[in-house]
T-cell receptor, first 111, second 111 residues
Framework: EDQVTQSPEALRLQEGESSSLNCSYT??????LFWYRQDPGKGPEFLFT???AGEEKEKERLKATLTKKESFLHITAPKPEDSATYLC????????????FGAGTQVVVTP | NAGVTQTPKFQVLKTGQSMTLQCAQD?????MSWYRQDPGMGLRLIHY???????DQGEVPNGYNVSRSTTEDFPLRLLSAAPSQTSVYFC??????????FGPGTRLTVT
């Protein structure tokens, strides 16, 4: 059975304190791995897609990386506006169009 | 472009009542889907559609019905509401079934 696990469940950071979020996955075959940001009371906002091991994507203070078993979302020198829940999802080869989501990591960045 | 829109934003139903959650997109995306989000469980796929006239079940389809008569609209029907259907519902669309773009959500309470 396909599984997506995110850790930690919650993360509290000081402004400027870099850290990483983990998304580990066990799937039959990976088509793509997606990262989303979700603010309270809003829908998830698409951030990145990663397709193959070794791939990296960057956007402002966020950098996503992918290995054969997990993905990391690195937050460099975070600011309070980076506070959100970060979700990862996988798209597998035997379930076209169906995303399977992890439970998310809630990040709080304090000034 | 308005993107993905959902109505209503909030709804309270009594057990046994039926209702339809509306979803529309103006991006001419072929793929649309419905998710529910519950605390600690992440987003779970209810139903999805790969084009007008074509729908299929996701992970948690029981108690819900969908149809897709146009590219733009993908309504979700609750046939006989139950307290277990209390959740936040998100509609999403995608040009190819990969990156999905989410609406703002409908918060449903069933008493």
């Amino acid at each position: 059975e396909d599984q997506v696990t995110q850790s930690p469940e919650a993360l509290r950071l000081q402004e400027g304190e870099s850290s990483s979020l983990n998304c580990s996955y066990t799937v039959s075959g990976l088509r793509g791995l997606f990262w989303y940001r979700q603010d309270p009371g809003k829908g998830p906002e698409f951030l990145f897609t990663l397709y193959s091991a070794g791939e990296e994507k960057e956007k402002e203070r966020l950098k996503a990386t992918l290995t054969k078993k997990e993905s990391f979302l690195h937050i460099t020198a975070p600011k309070p506006e980076d506070s959100a829940t970060y979700l990862c999802a996988v798209h597998t080869t035997d379930s076209w169009g169906k995303l399977q989501f992890g439970a998310g990591t809630q990040v709080v960045v304090t000034p | 472009n308005a993107g993905v829109t959902q109505t209503p934003k909030f709804q309270v139903l009594k057990t046994g009542q039926s209702m339809t959650l509306q979803c529309a997109q103006d991006m001419n995306h072929e793929y649309m889907s419905w998710y529910r989000q519950d605390p600690g469980m992440g987003l779970r796929l209810i139903h999805y559609s790969v084009g007008a006239g074509i729908t299929d079940q996701g992970e948690v389809p029981n108690g819900y019905n969908v149809s897709r008569s146009t590219t733009e609209d993908f309504p979700l029907r609750l046939l006989s509401a139950a307290p277990s259907q209390t959740s936040v519902y998100f509609c999403a669309s995608s040009p190819k079934g990969y990156e999905q773009y989410f609406g703002p959500g409908t918060r449903l309470t069933v008493t």
